[in-house]
């Protein structure tokens, strides 16, 4: 967002102070002051001055991290500020105007006339700045909008079209012809719980987020379904915080890891498979973990679509504040950990 703003900085910066200098020379042409020499002099050096000090007023706005303070600490410090530097502004005009002007009368170094219209000039510029900003961190705000809202489409088509179908939603329906004389009432459940997971995998493309509790329901029909295929090659555990439940995630964020860990990882277990799903709350994060029998062997199984769209959603949703690693926890599980920042 700043490299953004400081491209048009210096145009700003040179064009605004050599427009005051303009509007200075037709102020004093029509009320008949000359224009000569020393009054040129006293302008650059004015438009270097006010520059100069603007320019440490930006940098003292980035080291303060001013840009991102709440408005009521901002109507303090953002006056304090511009007042400082009004101040050493009028003090050093002052000095420049008894060297360039000695045959005047010069009372004080400091003239009230003088900082008044300097503050405001100064509050101007400090105005105009925030706006550029903002301006700037709106357009970001769209662009990112429209990249998430574009992973999210892409995320549901791919899930339905690349997951669901060769994998997960053959196995399934054979899963439940073969509950049908066995087992109806447990077939007629299962039905259910596979078209809870279409049903939510359709309706994820106009959601950026779901409360965790929604999502939970879907990997459990997930898992649900799973187990008819597995039985006990699949053993699920659940360590929930209930008062992570409210908590917003991307939608079918867990549902994707989830599945990761049955397609890499037990699928491959001969027996005793396990899967288990925790969500608590670490310091200032909400923290999910998967962890999976298995090991990861070759990294290039965990960088497929699913994962990379997570790593992509979580970044376009919370920038760098929310984080996603997946690795081997001992010989024989991986564990996958989303941070999402409350």
Request: glycine fraction near 4%; aromatic fraction near 10%; charged fraction near 20%.
């Amino acid at each position: 967002m700043l490299k953004n703003i400081s491209k048009y900085y210096w145009w700003c910066q040179v064009g605004g102070w050599f427009t005051w200098m303009v509007f200075n020379v037709i102020l004093s042409k029509y009320y008949g002051r000359p224009l000569n020499g020393t009054f040129f002099i006293d302008q650059v050096s004015l438009i270097l001055l006010g520059i100069g000090l603007t320019h440490a007023l930006r940098w003292f706005i980035l080291k303060l991290n001013l840009l991102e303070y709440p408005l009521n600490k901002l109507l303090i410090a953002i006056p304090l500020l511009v007042i400082l530097c009004a101040v050493v502004l009028n003090l050093i005009r002052g000095v420049e105007l008894i060297n360039l002007y000695p045959e005047r009368h010069h009372h004080h170094l400091f003239s009230l006339w003088r900082f008044i219209p300097t503050a405001l000039l100064i509050m101007v510029w400090t105005a105009l700045y925030y706006m550029g900003y903002y301006f700037q961190k709106d357009q970001q705000y769209q662009i990112d909008r429209l990249q998430l809202e574009s992973t999210v489409k892409d995320l549901e088509l791919r899930t339905i079209k690349s997951q669901l179908n060769p994998h997960f939603l053959f196995n399934a329906l054979n899963s439940i012809r073969a509950l049908v004389d066995e087992n109806p009432n447990r077939a007629r459940t299962a039905i259910t719980e596979l078209s809870n997971i279409l049903r939510a995998s359709i309706k994820v493309e106009k959601l950026e987020t779901v409360s965790l509790k929604r999502e939970l329901g879907i990997v459990k029909d997930y898992l649900a379904v799973e187990h008819i295929r597995f039985e006990d090659r699949l053993q699920v555990s659940y360590e929930i915080d209930d008062n992570t439940l409210d908590f917003r995630v991307p939608p079918m964020m867990l549902q994707t890891l989830v599945e990761n860990a049955i397609k890499h990882g037990i699928s491959h277990i001969v027996s005793n498979g396990r899967v288990k799903i925790i969500s608590k709350i670490s310091g200032d994060s909400h923290e999910i973990r998967v962890y999976n029998s298995g090991q990861i062997i070759e990294n290039k199984e965990h960088k497929g679509f699913g994962l990379e769209s997570t790593r992509q959603r979580l970044e376009l949703l919370y920038k760098n504040k929310a984080t996603f690693e997946i690795h081997n926890s001992g010989s024989d599980m991986v564990e996958a950990i989303v941070k999402i920042p409350l």
